[in-house]
């Protein structure tokens, strides 16, 4: 079964993430993104309703990154408020969660200064908006051929 890329992003970039999961899946990669009405259905919430869906969504988004089934996860962090390479609050603990099991940790656009330093130090990979380098990565890593002699001088 192939691994999947989890898309994760501020809601006001839903149309971003909406492209960059077409584009992915357009090359075979198969993704979890955020449901169309997440965002719609809250405005008639009250506010413990929405706290409450706010925690289920957000339970639910961590254990899809955690899963053995999870590649990595692209980080669609476009200007938001006029702040370029923006990651929220939410959004940079799916980062640290992606980080701890070990995911390929990709932003779409570059490093948020806020926490450029922990992203760096976790690889996590700025594309720029160029997510050939992603497609590049799991093409190679899914279709990689086991070797039957290992090269770095393991046990044959």
Not at 14 to 43: K, N, V
Not at 47 to 68: T, V
Not at 95 to 120: H, P, T
Request: aromatic share 12%; with cysteine.
């Amino acid at each position: 079964m192939p691994r999947r890329i989890v898309l994760c992003g501020s809601m006001s970039n839903y149309g971003d993430m909406l492209s960059c999961l077409q584009y992915l899946q357009a090359r075979g990669i198969p993704c979890i993104g955020p449901q169309p009405d997440e965002d719609a259905s809250t405005a008639q919430m009250s506010d413990s309703q929405f706290l409450d869906f706010k925690r289920r969504i957000s339970r639910a988004y961590l254990i899809e990154i955690r899963r053995a089934a999870t590649f990595g996860i692209l980080v669609v962090n476009t200007p938001k408020r006029g702040i370029p390479n923006y990651i929220g609050a939410n959004a940079f603990a799916e980062v640290a969660v992606a980080f701890n099991a070990k995911k390929r940790i990709y932003l779409f656009d570059g490093f948020y200064d806020l926490y450029s330093d922990e992203l760096q130090a976790w690889r996590a990979t700025p594309l720029h908006r160029d997510l050939s380098l992603l497609v590049q990565h799991y093409i190679d890593e899914e279709f990689r051929q086991p070797t039957l002699f290992p090269m770095n001088g393991g046990e044959r």
